[in-house]
Structure formats: C-alpha cells, structure tokens
T-cell receptor, first 113, second 114 residues
C-alpha cells in the first residue's frame, strides 16, 4: 500500500520569498509517480508538477520545483518568489501503476505581503 | 479546450434519498476517477475506470455507492439511501493516454445530507 505524509499543517511565507513544502512517501512498488496539486479556496484541484520514480533530474515547472530524494523517500515542493495568489492548500500525491492517486492531508500555505 | 465538468455543483438531500452525480471528462481522456473530500481533509479514492477494462471499485466505502461510465465518456456516481456521513465534496478527474497520466479535476459536487 502507498502512503503520503505531509507533516506541515500550515506554512507562512512572505511575498517574494521561497518556501518548501514537505512530503514523504512510502511504497514497495519500484515504479511510481509523485504529484503536487494546489487547491485554492475556490475548491478546484490544480495540477502543478510531476516526478517519476526513474527520473534522474528533479522536475521543474516555472516557479515550482520538486526536490526528489529517492533514498529518503521525500518529494518536497519548492515554490520560488512566492506570490499572494500562491495562498492555498497544497496536496502531495502518488500513484503506483499510474492509476489511482493516494493523497496526503495537505499543507495550507499563507503568503503575506 | 473544455475541462472536466461536473453536475450539479451543489446538492442538498434528505437522509435516505438516492442521489446521482455526473461527470463529463476531458474529450479523449481514457481514464476517469472519482474521489471524495470531506471537510478539511485530503482526497479519498472511490473508483477508477480505464477504457473497457473492469473498473477498480476498491475505494467504494459501502454497497450503497456505485458508478458507471457509459460509452467510455460520461460517468455517474450513485449513492443510495444517503447518510449524513456521505456529506462531502465529490471530485471527478480524468487523465490522458500516456505517462505521466496526470489527473485533471473537475470543480466537484458538494453533497449535503440533512
């Protein structure tokens, strides 16, 4: 069975600063995918970034990067140059066999001016 | 293009009634998923459809829950004899053919059982 752990219920960051949201995972499958989603107060789930278990390089998408440390089973999301619009819930998720996603409990990020 | 759509956006029902929730996936996406999100919680997997294969129903919480997908496109999630603990946001997602199979979510249906 897969499990995702997000230990930070809430994080605060000032505008223009970088912030790291933690995610650790557990799985016995050798092939898996790791995903981050953003959920603003409006409720929609927005796909941010993906990392495959066999990818050699850390994934990046604009201001988002995924710090993938396979041996430590961690997949932290780094948001650079935070913006007020980044305030939201952030969910880490994984899939094995690229099927259903298993989600963590989320981290609420608040960006202050 | 059009994203995943769900209807209704909100549904209030009395305990014991049946409800149907609808999902229209992104055109061309072969996989469709249903999740449930209770207040302040993460997402809980319910059921997964992939093409013509038998659906993965392993996340359905009880036999009061069922889902079907017609013509490989639209899906309906049915909850029979609703209970108060069924109150949640029900999210549908679809994913394209090919890796990384990222899932795109609809806006959800907020179900309230009174």
């Amino acid at each position: 069975a897969q499990k995702i752990t997000q230990t930070q219920p809430g994080m605060f960051v000032q505008e223009k600063e970088a912030v790291t949201l933690d995610c650790t995972y557990d799985t016995s499958d050798p092939s898996y995918g790791l995903f981050w989603y953003k959920q603003p107060s409006s409720g929609e789930m927005i796909f941010l970034i993906y990392q495959g278990s066999y990818d050699q390089q850390n994934a990046t998408e604009g201001r988002y990067s995924l710090n993938f440390q396979k041996a430590r089973k961690s997949a932290n999301l780094v948001i650079s140059a935070s913006q007020l619009g980044d305030s939201a819930m952030y969910f880490c998720a994984m899939s094995a066999g690229f099927q259903k996603l298993v989600f963590g409990t989320g981290t609420r990020l608040l960006v202050s001016p | 293009g059009a994203g995943v759509s769900q209807s209704p956006s909100n549904k209030v029902t009395e305990k014991g009634k049946d409800v149907e929730l609808r999902c229209d996936p992104i055109s061309g996406h072969t996989a469709l998923y249903w999740y449930r999100q209770s207040l302040g919680q993460g997402l809980e997997f319910l059921i997964y459809f992939q093409g013509n294969s038998a659906p993965d129903k392993s996340g359905l919480p009880s036999d009061r829950f069922s889902a079907e997908r017609t013509g490989g496109s639209v899906s309906t999630l049915t909850i029979q004899r609703t209970q108060q603990e069924d109150s949640a946001v029900y999210l549908c997602a679809s994913s394209p053919v090919g890796p990384p199979y990222e899932q795109y979510f609809g806006p959800g249906t907020r179900l309230t059982v009174t």
